[in-house]
């Protein structure tokens, strides 16, 4: 399938923000995901938009979507160390039953 | 709890043998897939199953091999034909309809010497 985009590598401070940005490829995506995996783990679901949406908050997590672009964002607030992760964008395309088609994620590392 | 369980954690094997990977849901979802994860690569889709007894290749089926006899279980063959098949292999499912979320496994990762 068309790939989804992100960066690869973001490093930022304790205590700053971060913002991993990504493209998507489908208009028609209903929904889109932010899933976060710890080295050696799964994916864990963080946070979605429903594609109706702009922005929605969760707690120090804060979604942008911008639907002209295809342009999804992930503000993460106040980052802590054990916010060093991969967080991978994903979309649902057509005629792939209900498979999500994932980026190749960014791994994030929070410095002290 | 509910939730996911692959098996086994660790798996190595030697070049040319076929291995399963186990796959098991208590989650009363119908639908299962099976991902695989490169360095850099992200997550690739193999194969998915929507239904009992019904499963569709993914972008990268080539080498591999399922089945899906019971709703709770979706294992994976990686056989011989594979021509690289070391990697992290994860296993989702899903429920009909909702925000799509898929909840996955833990992971298995296959090493072939």
């Known amino acids: 399938g068309e790939d989804v985009e992100q960066s690869l590598f973001l490093s930022v401070r304790e205590g700053d923000s971060s913002v991993i940005n990504c493209t998507y490829t489908d208009s028609s995506s209903t929904y889109l995901y932010w899933y976060k995996q710890e080295p050696g783990a799964g994916l864990q679901l963080l946070t979605y938009i429903f594609s109706n949406m702009d922005m929605k908050q969760d707690q120090r997590l804060t979604v942008l979507l911008n639907k002209k672009d295809k342009h999804l964002s992930l503000r993460i607030a106040d980052t802590q160390t054990g916010d060093s992760a991969i967080y991978f964008c994903a979309e649902t395309p057509r005629g792939s039953g209900y498979a999500l088609n994932f980026g190749k994620g960014t791994s994030l590392l929070v410095t002290p | ?113």
């Not at chain 2, 591999?64 to 296993?91: D, G, H, I, M, W």
Request: charged share 20%; proline share 4%; hydrophobic share 30%.
């Open chain 2, 1 to 113: 709890d509910g939730g996911i369980t692959q098996s086994p954690k660790y798996l190595f094997r030697k070049e040319g043998q076929n291995v399963t990977l186990s796959c098991e849901q208590n989650l009363n979802h119908d639908a299962m897939y099976w991902y695989r994860q490169d360095p850099g690569q992200g997550l690739r889709l193999i194969y998915y199953s929507q239904i009992v007894n019904d499963f569709q290749k993914g972008d990268i089926a080539e080498g591999y091999s399922v089945s899906r006899e019971k709703k709770e279980s979706f294992p994976l063959t990686v056989t011989s034909a594979q021509k690289n098949p070391t990697a992290f292999y994860l296993c989702a499912s899903s429920m009909k309809g909702g925000t799509g979320e898929l909840f996955f496994g833990e992971g298995s990762r296959l090493t072939v010497l």
